[in-house]
C-alpha cells in the first residue's frame, strides 16, 4: 500500500497504514535491484524515482506489527 509522507512529501509504499509511527519506518528513494559483486543497478523505468520503506526492503517488516 502507499501512503502520503508529510516529512518527505511523497508517496511511499509500506505495509500498513500506520507504518510512519512505528521505529523501524524509513522512507528512501528506490535504490534498484541488488546484483552481488556489482552493487545497486537501476531498474530504468519509472520504479527508480518511487520511495519504499527501506527496512521493509532489506529485512522484511517486523513480526510485531
Known sequence: ???????INQMVDVCE??????P???PRQNP???VQGRGYRSYRDKRDKEYI?????????????
Not at 17 to 22: A, M, S
Not at 53 to 65: A, E, F, S, V
Open 53 to 65: 520503506c527501506g527496512t521493509r526492503n532489506i529485512h522484511g517488516c517486523p513480526d510485531d506489527y
Open 17 to 22: 497504514k500506520g507504518c510512519p509511527n512505528r
Open 1 to 7: 500500500m502507499k501512503i502520503k509522507d508529510k516529512k
Open 32 to 34: 534498484g535491484s541488488f
Open 24 to 26: 523501524c519506518y524509513w
